[in-house]
Structure formats: C-alpha cells, structure tokens
C-alpha cells in the first residue's frame, strides 16, 4: 500500500514537473539564439532536445560518480534490459522529444499539451496488448474524462497563423512515441533495471542520437558554440534538470503501479502546462480552466483508484 501511494505521488508530481518543462522550453524557443534565421544554426526544436537530454545525461552520471557507482555503471551496460531502454529512447527522445519541441515551437505549449495528451489511451491499449494489464469500467471511465478534459481545454487554442497540420502532426506522433515508450520501459524495468538507471540509459542514447541527426543539418559546432556563448545556457540547464527530476518520477511510478497508471496520472501535466504558461506568458484564468483541471483531477483518482 505504502508503495502504490508513493507511486501514485510519484506519478502526479511528474505531470506537474512536465507541465513547469514545457511551458519553459515553450520560452526557451523565443529567446535568441533560437529565433535567429542563420542558416548554419541546426533546426530549434532538434537543438533544444540534445542539449535538455544532454545536461539530464550529465546531472545521471555525475549522481553516479559520486556515489563512486562506477562499476555498477558497468554492470547496468551489460544488463540485457539495457537494450530496451535504449530502443525505448528512440521513441522517447529522437521521434518524441523532438516532436513534442517541433509542436511546441509551431502551434504553442497548451495546444500541444492537449494533443500529446491523448497519449495515455493509447498506452492503455498496448499495457492490455502486451501486458495485460486492463483498466476496470471505472479506470475507463476516468481515463475517457481526463482525455475529454484536456481536448476541451486546448479547443480554443487553435491560431490559423500558425503551422497548425505539421505542428498538429507533430504532437499526435509524439503521443505514440511516448506511449509506445511507456511499455518498452515497464519491460525493461521488470527485468530488473532501476527507474534511474533506466533514465540514464535514456538520456545518453538520446543524446547519441540527436547528434547523428545533427550531422544531417547546419554546423554542429557553431550551433553548440552559440548556445554556450549566450546566458539562455543558464535557462536551459534549469529546465533539463526540471525535466530530469520529472522522468524519474515518471519512471519510478511506471515501476510501482504500472505503465497505464502512471500514464493516467502523468497526463494532467496539460493543465499544469496551463497554469505555468499563464504565470509565464500573461493571461487570465478563466471558467473553462477550472472546470477542465477538476474533470483532469477527478479523471485521474478514477485511474488512481483502478
């Protein structure tokens, strides 16, 4: 019981560190150098990405070397989990990340909160797929509010002006990314693989990846050079350790209560993106807020109490 609630804390407290993640990675990418149209610079949302996973990666490893964990470093590599992590982290990071970041930067941090949103319903069809792992009526029932719930909220978020089909695009394949994500890590955390050692093995296989896919486009050391050079590397690595702390109470809350209960609770980072964004970026609370976050927070004891 004490490990279910603990679970269930985990699993709310990473929804509202996410939703704090996005809406400062949503003002990370209005601050120069991002904004600047320098065609060596790599594309935003892609250098966003490699630089908030490559400073989690390094908050990791620097826990690991001062814990003086290194040949448990060692082992972890030789772990057979291990592997499924790092193919989990594809989805994640490179498909995911990225296109959370590229829906972000093209149609705005609330609209793409709702959409990714949807992400839980699909991780609850492939836990029942592949795990076995069903939600009662009720657990339905509560998963259909928060769903519903966050579908209201961003409905009148749409802005014709922006790039509304790649960025909606975006944000409805980085809902798969993440659900399909979700599954591979309770996997590989069943295998007996820790939540933080599966966060490490993520972030560096993501930050292997960004690099190959930097390769492709502008000049990689000029890009990581201007970001060093300016003060938003202080803003950055805020959010990449904001971020960090939110995928360990993520992944711990996949590992005690299940992948589709701590999607079902990791959700309502959408109203919390809310919230911060209206601190962040101006604007008032209205009705449609309030009665949208009690639907999220009544939706999600359902999943809770499945």
Same mark, same amino acid.
């Given at each position: 019981?004490?490990?279910?609630?603990?679970?269930?804390?985990?699993?709310?407290?990473? =929804?509202?560190?996410?939703?704090?993640?996005?809406?400062?990675?949503?003002?990370?990418?209005?601050?120069?150098?991002?904004?600047?149209?320098?065609?060596?610079?790599?594309?935003?949302?892609?250098?966003?990405?490699?630089?908030?996973?490559?400073?989690? /990666?390094?908050?990791?490893?620097?826990?690991?070397?001062?814990r003086q964990k290194e040949k448990l470093f060692i082992a972890i590599l030789r772990n057979k989990s291990t592997y499924f992590v /790092?193919?989990?982290?594809?989805?994640? =990071?490179?498909?995911?990340?990225?296109?959370?970041?590229?829906?972000?930067?093209?149609?705005?941090?609330?609209?793409? /909160?709702? @959409?990714?949103? @949807? $992400?839980?319903?699909?991780?609850?069809?492939? !836990?029942?797929?592949?795990?076995?792992?069903?939600?009662? *009526?009720?657990?339905?029932? !509560?998963?259909?509010?928060? @769903?519903? +719930?966050?579908?209201?909220?961003?409905? =009148?978020?749409?802005?014709?002006?922006?790039?509304?089909?790649?960025?909606?695009?975006?944000?409805?394949?980085?809902?798969g990314s993440w659900a399909a994500e979700s599954i591979i890590i309770a996997y590989g955390i069943k295998e007996k693989l820790q939540? *933080?050692? +599966?966060?490490?093995?993520?972030?560096?296989?993501?930050?292997?990846? %960004?690099? !190959?896919?930097?390769?492709?486009?502008?000049? @990689?050391?000029?890009?990581?050079?201007?970001?060093?050079?300016?003060?938003?590397?202080?803003?950055?690595?805020?959010? +990449?350790?904001? =971020?960090?702390?939110? $995928?360990?109470? %993520? %992944?711990?809350?996949?590992?005690?209560?299940?992948?589709?209960?701590?999607?079902?609770?990791?959700?309502?980072?959408?109203?919390?993106?809310a919230i911060f964004s209206l601190f962040i970026f101006g604007g008032n609370l209205d009705i449609k807020l309030v009665i949208c976050?009690?639907?999220?927070?009544?939706?999600?004891?359902?999943?809770? *109490?499945?």
């Amino acid at each position: 019981m004490t490990e279910t609630l603990s679970g269930v804390l985990q699993g709310l407290l990473s =929804g509202m560190l996410w939703g704090l993640d996005t809406s400062l990675n949503a003002l990370v990418l209005t601050l120069n150098p991002f904004i600047l149209d320098d065609p060596r610079l790599i594309s935003s949302a892609l250098l966003l990405a490699f630089f908030h996973d490559f400073f989690s /990666a390094i908050f990791l490893t620097g826990d690991i070397v001062l814990r003086q964990k290194e040949k448990l470093f060692i082992a972890i590599l030789r772990n057979k989990s291990t592997y499924f992590v /790092a193919f989990s982290a594809l989805f994640a =990071g490179p498909i995911g990340m990225q296109a959370y970041l590229y829906a972000v930067n093209s149609i705005g941090a609330g609209l793409t /909160a709702t @959409i990714s949103a @949807i $992400y839980p319903a699909l991780a609850a069809l492939l !836990g029942a797929i592949f795990f076995k792992d069903y939600l009662t *009526k009720r657990g339905g029932v !509560g998963l259909s509010l928060v @769903i519903l +719930a966050v579908i209201a909220l961003g409905s =009148g978020q749409l802005d014709i002006s922006n790039n509304l089909f790649f960025g909606g695009i975006a944000a409805f394949l980085c809902a798969g990314s993440w659900a399909a994500e979700s599954i591979i890590i309770a996997y590989g955390i069943k295998e007996k693989l820790q939540p *933080k050692q +599966a966060l490490l093995i993520r972030q560096w296989t993501c930050c292997l990846a %960004y690099l !190959g896919l930097m390769s492709f486009e502008g000049n @990689i050391s000029y890009s990581l050079s201007i970001i060093f050079e300016t003060q938003i590397i202080f803003l950055i690595l805020a959010v +990449a350790m904001i =971020g960090t702390m939110s $995928y360990l109470c %993520y %992944y711990s809350a996949i590992d005690k209560v299940g992948p589709v209960k701590a999607t079902g609770m990791n959700v309502t980072y959408s109203i919390w993106t809310a919230i911060f964004s209206l601190f962040i970026f101006g604007g008032n609370l209205d009705i449609k807020l309030v009665i949208c976050g009690m639907l999220i927070i009544i939706g999600t004891l359902f999943v809770i *109490k499945n």
